[in-house]
């Protein structure tokens, strides 16, 4: 992803809490960190639909 903070602001604007990546690599792109432990099943398409958004917002800019 190009830009971090677009993915972690968009994703919040659509209820998720996400982190940035850079406390949680040493040498790789930018990323973001996404932790479904306590998700539910019925929650994860709707994530996974948010989160394609987002990307694809991110993206466009």
Sequence with gaps: MRD???VVNGSRS????????????IATP????????TLEVT??????TDFAAVLGESEAT
């Design 30 to 37: 930018a990323a973001v960190r996404i932790t479904t432990a």
């Design 4 to 6: 971090e903070s677009a």
């Design 14 to 25: 659509h209820g998720w809490w996400v982190a940035a990546g850079p406390r949680f690599r």
């Design 43 to 48: 929650d994860t398409a709707r994530l996974a």
